[in-house]
């Protein structure tokens, strides 16, 4: 069994930074891709960024340039550092991973259970 635990949410006035952290943990043999998605209240999920296995990245327009995407695969961790972060930014942040777990040869998607992100004055 695999869980993805997110990590560093919370209330942040507009123009500050966050950073989210997200654990993979169990019974795992490899990690592919990794991601980042979030839920507005009333909206559809939606790709914030995402990281391959070697390390290449792609971002939503709408965080381009001001949210980072890394990963650190001897801890099986994944951050994104958000800067510069508006109102619009305000959703829950959920973790994807398509982890391989032992005694399987092909990725199964996996997701956290989210993380509160308000940007509020």
């Known amino acids: 069994q695999v869980q993805l635990v997110e990590s560093g949410g919370g209330l942040v006035q507009p123009g500050g930074s966050l950073r989210l952290s997200c654990v993979a943990s169990?019974?795992?043999?490899?990690?592919?891709?990794l991601g980042w998605y979030r839920q507005a209240q009333g909206k559809q999920r939606e790709l914030a960024a995402t990281?391959?296995?070697?390390?290449?990245?792609t971002y939503a327009d709408s965080v381009k340039g001001r949210f980072t995407i890394s990963r650190d695969n001897a801890k099986n961790t994944m951050y994104l550092q958000m800067n510069s972060l508006k109102p619009e930014d305000t959703a829950v942040y959920y973790c994807?991973?398509?982890?391989?777990?032992?005694?399987?040869?092909?990725?199964?998607?996996?997701w956290g259970q989210g993380t509160q992100v308000t940007v509020s004055s």
């Open positions: 994807y991973g398509a982890i391989i777990v032992s005694g399987r040869n092909y990725p199964k998607a996996y």
């Open positions: 990281i391959t296995s070697g390390g290449s990245t």
């Open positions: 169990g019974s795992i043999f490899s990690i592919d891709d």
